[in-house]
């Protein structure tokens, strides 16, 4: 229990930090005050106040975190303008956060996924320059007999070079290609004899388990992979290259879990492949018994999670104050109090509602269900 439960709090700590910092550091630049640095929520379990008054904190529920400022009703960062002018003097309403301009708010707002999205950028360079990327192509060994690959028309031999327009620099790229593919046909280029050939592969979805053991629906195309020339290239990467290569990884990352969760919303992804906090628990404590390079991975993919799922347009989270500050940039004034507590209702409504599904996803994947 505790080989899951150590690594799991290390990882909420620093990726909900990294979050919360990204508002903290915009918050200060611009001069708003802060009276809350929470990471978790209820109960306090220890603290200290800063020189500035800040109160820095560790609550007891590790699934989340919180920057509250001066003059918020909540930790949500709700707040009735005109109560608030009314209530402090002068120079008080200038540590309002509501009282800042609109794109002051929105930055202070945004800087949570931003520190997020630059938490993974850091992880991945630093593995990059330090321990190196493989850049080992990969050669089909064999083609499984009755297979998609088969029905398609792949060879031994062949070289692959893209799948679904991304280019395929390593080995590893082609299983994790594949698995994000949400497409019903995988789209091939591969090198045979010199020449580029293009081939549509419908892979079969299979109850499989992962490298740690975890049961997933595999999309599975028949290949078997070998190094070319079975020569293995992994090197270290010089800081412009392993940049690039870093922001590469978080774009894809991205884009591809958009299309992920784009395909569930219309019913052709695999909604039981959601997980929550359970599911983060059991697999970061099996990632750290493979060391610190494989777990500094998971947290930049975590970190990248994190980051995105907060921009969703949903009241509650970053993504839905800025769709406020959308609508106040468009109106001309910020939306009604009684508007925006609408708003946060139906959003509290769906994060339960994802929260339950996808704790349901966790229970069902250790066997209570």
Not at 267 to 291: T, Y
Request: aromatic share 14%; glycine share 8%; with cysteine.
């Amino acid at each position: 229990m505790f080989n899951f439960i150590i690594p799991f709090i290390i990882l909420i700590l620093v990726v909900v930090f990294i979050h919360e910092y990204g508002h903290y550091y915009f918050a200060k630049k611009y001069g708003v005050g802060v009276t809350d640095f929470s990471i978790g929520f209820g109960q306090e379990i220890f603290g200290w106040n800063d020189k500035s008054g800040t109160r820095w904190k560790i609550c007891w529920i590790p699934l989340g975190g919180y920057v509250k400022f001066f003059g918020d009703r909540n930790v949500f960062s709700q707040a009735d303008q005109e109560e608030l002018l009314k209530k402090y003097n002068k120079e008080d309403q200038e540590k309002l956060f509501v009282t800042k301009p609109l794109y002051q708010r929105s930055l202070i707002v945004f800087g949570g996924p931003l520190a997020n999205f630059l938490l993974a950028i850091v992880i991945f360079l630093s593995i990059y320059m330090f321990v190196g990327k493989d850049f080992t192509p990969a050669v089909i060994d064999e083609v499984l007999k009755d297979s998609p690959a088969e029905a398609a028309g792949l060879m031994k031999n062949d070289i692959i070079l893209e799948i679904d327009d991304n280019k395929v620099e390593s080995i590893l790229d082609v299983s994790k290609y594949i698995a994000m593919s949400t497409s019903e046909y995988v789209d091939f280029k591969v090198s045979r004899y010199d020449q580029q050939k293009l081939f549509k592969v419908k892979p079969n979805i299979v109850p499989s388990e992962d490298n740690l053991g975890n049961k997933i629906n595999k999309r599975m195309v028949g290949i078997k992979l070998s190094p070319y020339n079975n020569e293995i290239n992994h090197v270290k990467l010089g800081p412009a290259k392993a940049l690039i290569q870093s922001v590469s990884e978080v774009y894809f990352v991205t884009t591809s879990s958009l299309k992920y969760l784009a395909s569930m919303l219309i019913g052709k992804g695999d909604s039981s492949q959601l997980g929550g906090p359970i599911r983060i628990a059991k697999i970061s404590g099996q990632v750290a018994e493979f060391g610190i390079i494989p777990f500094l991975s998971m947290m930049a993919y975590i970190s990248i999670s994190l980051g995105l799922i907060n921009l969703f347009p949903i009241p509650m989270l970053d993504g839905g104050h800025l769709m406020f500050y959308g609508f106040e940039k468009v109106l001309g004034r910020p939306l009604s109090q009684k508007t925006q507590e609408g708003f946060f209702r139906i959003g509290m409504f769906l994060l339960l509602s994802l929260m339950f599904f996808a704790t349901f996803n966790d229970l069902k994947d250790i066997g209570l269900f």
